[in-house]
C-alpha cells in the first residue's frame, strides 16, 4: 500500500491492518488531557467506592437503600424510642429518615420542636446503630421550605411567593445558604426545597410556596436558592446540604384547585411554562428532585416514562436522587387507581419510572413488595442497582461516608437564629404598594389637558357629559371642557362604539378621573385625560398630622397568620409563643408611631375554620361594635384582612373570595368611617378575591405582604410610616372576578366582551383584573429612556443581545427599582404567541434626581416555544421588547431575530416554512455541564492518541523497510472493510476500501447519519502486488471483474458518493517514477 506515494510492506494477518501513522496533537491538548484525567481519576476514585460498596450488600440491603420513612416510627413521646430503632434498621435497613416528631404541632404541648443540638444528639444515635449494623449511613431530611422551619429557634424568612415578590436573586441566594446552614446544624443535610411550580391556578393550596407564575423568576430564583443552599456550610462533618427541586411535575395546576387533582395541560404548555425552573435546576446542579402527587394527562407522575426517564433523566440530563412525595406509591393503587395491588404499584413504579426512593413513609411495605418482585424476576436487580448507586454516591458527595456520626457540637450551632436581619431585609424587599391615592391639587394659573390614557367609565360620578349636538366629536374638543375643572378626567366614545351607539353622549367628564385604573390599552381610541397636580399621597402616613388611629382585623396581630404553613408544624403554629422573635404588624406600629398619637386596636372579627373550606371571620357584636365606633373617631384605619395558616390538602377551599365575614367587616368600616382614610393590609397565602374593597371611597391604600414571616410584621408598618421604600412587585395576576381567575399576564387568548356589540366586533378586551402580574409602587417615581439594544439591528440565533435603558428616580426619595424586561412577537405562524414574555429583570437603587444605566442580556433561545410537533424552535422576526416603570408607561425597542440554521416543519406537510417565519435550532437539548463536555474532549482525544500509538507501534514491528512516510496527507481517519478471498490460501488475497481525503469527508447516499458504511465489491486476483493504485470507483461499477474497469470516472470528475477501491497495478521497469507521482496524485485527490 503506498501512502503518499511512498511503498510500505504490506503485512496482514486475519483481516489485521497495520499502518505507520505520524500523529501530532496540538500542544494545548496535553494540557486539557492531564486536566481531563485528573477530573476523570477522581471520578473514578469516587465512582470505584460506590461501585465496592454495591457490590458487597445483599439485595436486601439494597432494597433498603431505596427507602424512606417518617422519625415518628422511631419514637415514643417525641423521644428516640431506641428499641424502634434497632427493630426498623435490623429489619428494613431503611435509607433515609423525613420529618420533625413536631410536625403535627399538639397544641396541647408547650415544647413546640427540638433544637439543633438536641436533634444532633438523636442524628448521632441513629447513625451510631446503623453503623454497628454495617449500613451505609442514613440520610436525614426536612422541609426546610422558608428557613430551618422545624429546628426550634432557627430564623424563618418570608415563603417563597414573597421572595417572589423581590425579583432579588441575591437575597434567595442568602435565604437559602442560611436555611441550609441552620439545617446542616442539626445534623440534617437534606432540604426539600425549592418548590419550582408555576402558579397558575390561584385556588391551589401551595401558592404561597411557589415564586409565582413566570416561569423565568421561578427558574432564576429557584436556581439561586439552590447554589446558596448547596454552598460550603463552615462544618467540616457536613460540608454541605443537598437541595430537592419540587414537585416535579406540573403539580402546581390542578384543574380543579384542589391539591393533588389532576393537572390536564397541552405538551405545548408544560413544556415552554412549567419545565423550564427544573431545566434551569439541573443546570445549577441540583442533587435531589421528588416527584409530585398529581397526574399529569391522565398519568400518574411516579409512574411516568415520559417525564421522569425521557425528559428528566435524558433531555435534562439530571443525574441526582429522585425521592418520592408522602406515600406516593402506594397512591398508584389507593388514589390513582392505575394498579390493583400495592405491589403492582411498586412494580409500575420500577418498570415506568426513574423514582430511586420511596416516601413509604409509615410501613415497610415498599420494601417487602420490591424484594418478591426481584426474587420473581418481575424487576431486574440491575434497576435496583442503577437507583441505589445514585443513592449511595449522593450520601458520599455528603460527606456521610467520611463521617457518619456526626459530633454533638458543630460551629453550626452559634449560628442558628442569627440571620433574623436577613429575613427582615427579604420582608422589606417583597412588601407590595398596589394602591396609593393622591389628592389633586390646583396650581395658580390653571392647568393645560394633553395626552391620551386609559380610564375607567364606570369610576366616579358624572359631571357633565357631551354629544354631537354640545359640538363635541374630537378627544381636543372632549378635552375642552374641562381645562377649568378641578378634577379633569374626559372618556371618550369613538370608533366602534360611536358607530354602535349615534345617539349616546361623546364624552364624559368624571369625578376621580386623574388617577386612571392600572392596565394595558392603546392611547388612540380608549380615553381621554388631562394632567393635575398630585399631593405625595395618603401613604406613607404623616406622623404629625395624625391624632387618633384604629388597628384591627383578623391578621393585624398574628405571627402565626404572618408565617403561614410549614412553620414549626406542618399546617403552622399553632400560637404566637411557638415563635422565638418576631413583630406583629400591630405591635410594630405602636413601637414606631410616637406617643402622641392614640392608638385602639381591636379584633374586628377572627377566624375560624374547622376546615379551610368552611373558614368564616365571625365577630362578636360588642367587639365589632367597638370597633365601628373607635373607627368613626379616627384618621387613619389600618385594616389587615387575609388567611388563617395552612398547606397541602388540608388548605383546599371551594370559593377563592375572602372570607364573607371580613369582607363584611370592611364595607361596615367603610361606611361608618367615610372621613377616615383605610389601608388595607394583605397577609395571605394565595390571591383571594376582594369583592371591590380595594375600591371602596376611602380605602386610600393598599399594601399586599404575602406570608412575609415572623419579621414581616415590622417590614409593613415601616412601610406604612415611611420608613421604608416599598420596591416589591407582584409575582403573579391578582384576579378581580371568579370567572377570570386564569387571567395571567402571559394569556393571550382570554378575553371578556364588555356589550353584545363588543363581542361581535374585534372590540374584545383582556378580562379585568384587580392588579396586573409585575405591578407595584413607589414612594418615588421612575422614568426610562434611551432605550436601546446591542447589537443594533438583526440578531443571529443561536446568541444573545443586550438591551441597554437609563433610570431615573425623578422623584424626592431614594428608591430601589426592579426592572422587568418583556418579549412581545406580535404574529407567530401556526402556533398563538403569548401576550408577552418576561426575558430578563435586575434592581438598581438611586437617590432623587439619580440616574442609572441598566443592561439586561437576553439569549435568543429565551425567545422559543414549542410548536404543534414539539419541536422548540425559534423564529425569525421581530420582537418589541419592552420595560415597564411602576406606573406601567412602557420603553420599547425592537429588535429582529435571525434564525442561522432553518429546519423544515415537522409532519406538517408544508416542506418547510413560509418566507420571513424560519424555524431555528432547537433550544432543550440535554444540560450537560462545560467541566463534563471538557472531559469528554479530552477522553476521547486520549482514546485516538493510544489507537494511533497502537498502530504506529505495530508498523514498526512488522515493517521490512525503513522507508519514512510523507506527511502529506491530512490525517483523516480511515475506515475500512477487507473481505478475505477464500479460494486462493497461498497469500492474503484482500478488498480493501480506504477512504483517504483531505480533509472533506463524501458520504456515500445509503450511509446512515452515525456511521460511514463502504460496500465491499470482491477482487479475483491470486495475489497483491506491492504496488497499488487506489481509485476512485461509482457505485454503478460494483462489479470490477464484470466491467473490467471501463466505467470508471476520471479522478477529477465530481462524485457526490464515491466507493475506494484497491486495484490491482503491475509494476513495470523504469515506470516505478511515473507511477509513484500518479499514484501520490491520485491519493491526495
Not at 424502634?84 to 423525613?98: F, M, Q, T
Not at 437541595?243 to 416535579?248: G, R
Not at 359631571?463 to 379633569?488: H, I, M, Y
Request: contains cysteine.
Amino acid at each position: 500500500v503506498r501512502i503518499g506515494g511512498t511503498p510500505l510492506p504490506l503485512e496482514m494477518d486475519a483481516c489485521q491492518v497495520s499502518a505507520r501513522v505520524r500523529m501530532r496533537p496540538p500542544p494545548w491538548g496535553w494540557v486539557v488531557l492531564a486536566l481531563a484525567l485528573a477530573a476523570q481519576s477522581s471520578a473514578a476514585s469516587a465512582d470505584t467506592q460506590v461501585d465496592e460498596l454495591l457490590s458487597k450488600m445483599t439485595l436486601h440491603e439494597k432494597v433498603g437503600q431505596m427507602m424512606q420513612i417518617d422519625i415518628s416510627l422511631l419514637t415514643t413521646d417525641k423521644l428516640l424510642d431506641k428499641a424502634k430503632l434497632r427493630d426498623w434498621l435490623h429489619k428494613y435497613r431503611p435509607s433515609s429518615i423525613l420529618n420533625s416528631p413536631y410536625s403535627g404541632r399538639d397544641c396541647t404541648v408547650a415544647k413546640s420542636g427540638w433544637t439543633a443540638q438536641e436533634w444532633r444528639a438523636f442524628v448521632r444515635e441513629a447513625q451510631s446503630e446503623a453503623q454497628a449494623l454495617g449500613m451505609p449511613p442514613l440520610l436525614f431530611g426536612l422541609d426546610s421550605v422558608h428557613g430551618a422551619n422545624y429546628v426550634s429557634g432557627a430564623t424563618i424568612f418570608p415563603h417563597q411567593i414573597a421572595l417572589g415578590a423581590t425579583f432579588d436573586r441575591e437575597i434567595a441566594r442568602e435565604v437559602g445558604f442560611a436555611t441550609a446552614r441552620d439545617t446542616l446544624a442539626a445534623g440534617v443535610p437534606w432540604i426539600f426545597s425549592p418548590i419550582l411550580g408555576i402558579a397558575t391556578q390561584p385556588s391551589w393550596a401551595r401558592v404561597f410556596e411557589t415564586f409565582g407564575e413566570d416561569p423565568l423568576v421561578s427558574a432564576e430564583l429557584g436556581s439561586a436558592l439552590i447554589r446558596g443552599a448547596q454552598s460550603e456550610s463552615g462544618d467540616p462533618q457536613l460540608p454541605r446540604a443537598a437541595a430537592c427541586m419540587k414537585h416535579y411535575f406540573a403539580y402546581s395546576h390542578p384543574e380543579s384547585g384542589q391539591d393533588r387533582g389532576p393537572t390536564w395541560l397541552s405538551d405545548q404548555e408544560l413544556r415552554d411554562r412549567y419545565l423550564p425552573p427544573f431545566a434551569a435546576a439541573v443546570k445549577a446542579g441540583v442533587s435531589t428532585a421528588m416527584s409530585s402527587y398529581n397526574e399529569i394527562n391522565g398519568v400518574p407522575a411516579s409512574a411516568s416514562r415520559k417525564w421522569t426517564v425521557d425528559v428528566l433523566r435524558e433531555e435534562l440530563g439530571f443525574e441526582g436522587v429522585l425521592v418520592t412525595d408522602w406515600g406516593e406509591i402506594n397512591n398508584l393503587h389507593s388514589f390513582h387507581k392505575v394498579a390493583s395491588t400495592e405491589e403492582g404499584a411498586v412494580g409500575l413504579s420500577m418498570a415506568r419510572s426513574s423514582t430511586d426512593m420511596s416516601m413509604v413513609p409509615l410501613s415497610g411495605s415498599f420494601s417487602d413488595h420490591l424484594l418478591r418482585l426481584v426474587r420473581a424476576g418481575t424487576v431486574s436487580e440491575s434497576r435496583v442497582d442503577e437507583s441505589v448507586r445514585r443513592v449511595l454516591k449522593l450520601k458520599k458527595d455528603l460527606g456521610l461516608f467520611d463521617a457518619p456520626v456526626p459530633l454533638l457540637e458543630s460551629p453550626l450551632h452559634q449560628l442558628v437564629g442569627k440571620d433574623g436581619d436577613l429575613a427582615l431585609r427579604a420582608a422589606r424587599s417583597s412588601v407590595t404598594l398596589l394602591k396609593n391615592h393622591h389628592e389633586a391639587i390646583i396650581p395658580e394659573g390653571g392647568r393645560v389637558c394633553h395626552g391620551v390614557h386609559q380610564g375607567d367609565a364606570d369610576q366616579g360620578a358624572d359631571l357633565e357629559s357631551f354629544g354631537l349636538a354640545d359640538g363635541v366629536r374630537t378627544a381636543e374638543a372632549c378635552l375642552a371642557k374641562c381645562a377649568d375643572n378641578p378634577w379633569c378626567g374626559t372618556w371618550l366614545f369613538l370608533g366602534s362604539w360611536e358607530e354602535a351607539h349615534p345617539d349616546w353622549p361623546v364624552c364624559y367628564l368624571k369625578t376621580q378621573a386623574a388617577q386612571p385604573l392600572p392596565g394595558k390599552g392603546s392611547a388612540e381610541d380608549k380615553s381621554g385625560t388631562c394632567d393635575v397636580v398630585l399631593d405625595e399621597g395618603t401613604l406613607p402616613l404623616k406622623v404629625a398630622d395624625l391624632r387618633k388611629v384604629v388597628l384591627t382585623g383578623p391578621t393585624v396581630d398574628s405571627l402565626t397568620y404572618q408565617a403561614g404553613g410549614w412553620s414549626i408544624g406542618w399546617q403552622g403554629a399553632c400560637g404566637d409563643a411557638d415563635f422565638a422573635g418576631g413583630e406583629t404588624v400591630a405591635g410594630a406600629l405602636r413601637r414606631l408611631l410616637p406617643d402622641t398619637v392614640e392608638v385602639t386596636q381591636t379584633k374586628g372579627c377572627q377566624i375560624r375554620a374547622p376546615s379551610h373550606a368552611s373558614a368564616t371571620c365571625a365577630h362578636e357584636e360588642e367587639d365589632l361594635a367597638a370597633t365601628l365606633e373607635a373607627a368613626a373617631q379616627a384618621d387613619v384605619i389600618v385594616l389587615a384582612l387575609g388567611e388563617e395558616n395552612y398547606t397541602e390538602k388540608p388548605g383546599d377551599i371551594n370559593d377563592l373570595a375572602l372570607h364573607p365575614g371580613q369582607v363584611d367587616l370592611a364595607r361596615q368600616i367603610s361606611a361608618a368611617a367615610p372621613g377616615a382614610a383605610i389601608i388595607l393590609v394583605l397577609i395571605e397565602g394565595r390571591p383571594r378575591l376582594l369583592h371591590g374593597i380595594p375600591s371602596l371611597p376611602n380605602v386610600k391604600g393598599v399594601v399586599h405582604a404575602y406570608l412575609p414571616g415572623p419579621h414581616g410584621g415590622t417590614a409593613v408598618a415601616e412601610v406604612i410610616l415611611g420608613l421604608t421604600n416599598p420596591s416589591g412587585r407582584l409575582p403573579l395576576t391578582y384576579p378581580s372576578k371568579a370567572s377570570a381567575i386564569h387571567q395571567h399576564y402571559q394569556v393571550q387568548s382570554v378575553k371578556c366582551p364588555g356589550s353584545a356589540a363588543a363581542y361581535l366586533s374585534i372590540g374584545v378586551a383582556d378580562c379585568p383584573v384587580e392588579f396586573p402580574f409585575g405591578y407595584g409602587l413607589s414612594y418615588t417615581s421612575f422614568r426610562y429612556s434611551n432605550m436601546s439594544s446591542t447589537p443594533r439591528g438583526r440578531v443571529a440565533h443561536p446568541g444573545a443581545f443586550g438591551v441597554s435603558l437609563t433610570v431615573t428616580n425623578t422623584g424626592s426619595r431614594s428608591g430601589r427599582h426592579t426592572v422587568l424586561l418583556f418579549a412581545v412577537q406580535d404574529y407567530r405562524y401556526g402556533v398563538s404567541p403569548e401576550k408577552e414574555r418576561l426575558v430578563g429583570f435586575t434592581q438598581v437603587t438611586l437617590d432623587p434626581d439619580e440616574s442609572a444605566l441598566v443592561t439586561l442580556r437576553v439569549e435568543t433561545s429565551q425567545l422559543s416555544y414549542s410548536d404543534e410537533y414539539l419541536n422548540t424552535v425559534v423564529e425569525s422576526g421581530e420582537y418589541r421588547l419592552q420595560a415597564r416603570s411602576l406606573d406601567l408607561e412602557v420603553a420599547e425597542e425592537i429588535v429582529t431575530v435571525t434564525a442561522l440554521a432553518p429546519v423544515p416543519f415537522a409532519n406538517d406537510g408544508s416542506g418547510g416554512a413560509p418566507s420571513g417565519h424560519v424555524y431555528g435550532f432547537e433550544v432543550y437539548t440535554p444540560a450537560t455541564p462545560w467541566v463534563l463536555v471538557i472531559v469528554g474532549v479530552a477522553v476521547t482525544t486520549a482514546c485516538c492518541l493510544a489507537v494511533g500509538a497502537a498502530l504506529a507501534l505495530r508498523v514498526m514491528r512488522s515493517e521490512e523497510d525503513k522507508v519514512p512516510v510523507k506527511r502529506n496527507w491530512s490525517g483523516t481517519w480511515v475506515q475500512m472493510q477487507s473481505r478475505m478471498n477464500s479460494r486462493n490460501t497461498s497469500r492474503t488475497n484482500l478488498a480493501s476500501y480506504m477512504l483517504a481525503t483531505g480533509g472533506a469527508t463524501t458520504v456515500p447516499r445509503n450511509a446512515s447519519h452515525n456511521s460511514l458504511h463502504m460496500h465491499p465489491t470482491p477482487v479475483e486476483s491470486a495475489e497483491l502486488p506491492r504496488n497499488h493504485l487506489i481509485r476512485e470507483e461509482s457505485r454503478e461499477s460494483a462489479d470490477i471483474g464484470a466491467n473490467n474497469g471501463t466505467n470508471r470516472r476520471s479522478p477529477h470528475e465530481a462524485s457526490p458518493g464515491v466507493d475506494v477501491v484497491i486495484h490491482p497495478q503491475p509494476s513495470a521497469s523504469g515506470a516505478d517514477d511515473d507511477a509513484d507521482e500518479e499514484n501520490d496524485l491520485r491519493l491526495r485527490r
